[in-house]
């Protein structure tokens, strides 16, 4: 009888190893790396919803066009390339505005982003290539995304953008697709395993952001916006600033005069001095 119970331990004991034990040594720490990869597609969506903010699809209304002053304009492709940079990239490696660097997904990309997938045991990258003809070198050969403006959601939200689109007809205007949504998608790759071979994962990051329609990009922008809607700018034209110094040459009119009494004036010194600097200059986005 003892001996019948010790084979039926030793039984129990490989049953146990084989369906139970074993796949918990696998599935953890591919676990482990699924969640790593999900961290990193939430925060590449969240950075890319506001990054969108900054970097406008088309050219912001009424920006200024001076010579030294610059459009913040990135398309939707050049702003998924940065991801990989920032998000997927190993630890310690400098992030800069312009890289230099040929990227790569052999090489650049992170240690928690591979695994043993093979059966040879040997790490391979856990983000599946999306497209046969895609290379190793191209930011987008391993992520895809989507970026979309729209309006604001709900009711009351769309009355105050047709309130605010009243004001065009004075030539004041502000972006209306205010309402950014971005998605960051990865598919993963199965393992050389049954029943993991099989899985077809994907791991998705969405965000959405709210912002304001509001971008001043320097003082000469912000004289040039608020001016329509001072109502007395509409005077200032040659025949009332004619007549007004015609007036000021009266002793008690000299205040009527158009260098004392400037019709549709803004002086855009009342704003914060973080509102004043030119963008694109050095120390102001530049």
């Known amino acids: 009888m003892a001996k019948k119970q010790q084979g039926q331990a030793l039984v129990e004991s490989v049953v146990g190893l084989s369906f139970v034990i074993v796949p918990l040594l696998i599935i953890f720490p591919l676990l482990a790396k699924v969640s790593s990869a999900q961290h990193r597609a939430d925060q590449a969506a969240h950075y890319n919803a506001w990054e969108r903010t900054v970097w406008k699809e088309s050219r912001p209304d009424r920006m200024p066009s001076r010579s030294g002053l610059y459009v913040a304009i990135r398309s939707d492709e050049e702003q998924m390339q940065y991801l990989p940079w920032r998000f997927y990239q190993q630890d310690g490696r400098k992030i800069a505005t312009r890289q230099k660097d040929q990227w790569s997904w052999d ?17 391979s990258l856990l983000l599946k290539n999306l497209q ?22 709900g009711t009351y939200g769309a009355s105050v953008e047709r309130a605010v689109g009243m004001l065009s007809f004075t030539g004041f205007k502000l972006p209306r697709d205010q309402f950014y949504r971005t998605q960051v998608k990865t598919d993963l790759e199965n393992l050389e395993m049954s029943p993991f071979d099989q899985l077809n994962l994907s791991i998705e990051g969405q965000s959405a952001l709210l912002a304001s329609g509001w971008n001043a990009a320097g003082p000469y922008h912000v004289k040039n ?22 007036i000021g040459i009266i002793p008690f009119g000299k205040e009527i005069k158009s260098n004392s009494l400037k019709l549709g004036f803004v002086e855009p010194d009342v704003l914060p001095a973080n509102r004043l600097c030119t963008y694109g200059t050095k120390n102001c986005g530049g």
Do not use: C, W
Request: hydrophobic letters at 30%; glycine letters at 8%.
């Open 107 to 123: 090489n650049n990309v992170h240690p928690l982003l591979k695994y043993p997938l093979k059966r040879d045991g040997t790490n």
């Open 225 to 246: 916006r608020v001016r329509r809607l001072v109502l007395t700018n509409y005077m200032d034209v040659g025949v009332i600033r004619t007549a007004q110094n015609l």
């Open 132 to 153: 046969e003809s895609a290379k190793d070198e191209q930011e987008l050969a391993r992520i895809s995304g989507s970026q979309q403006g729209s309006g604001t959601p």
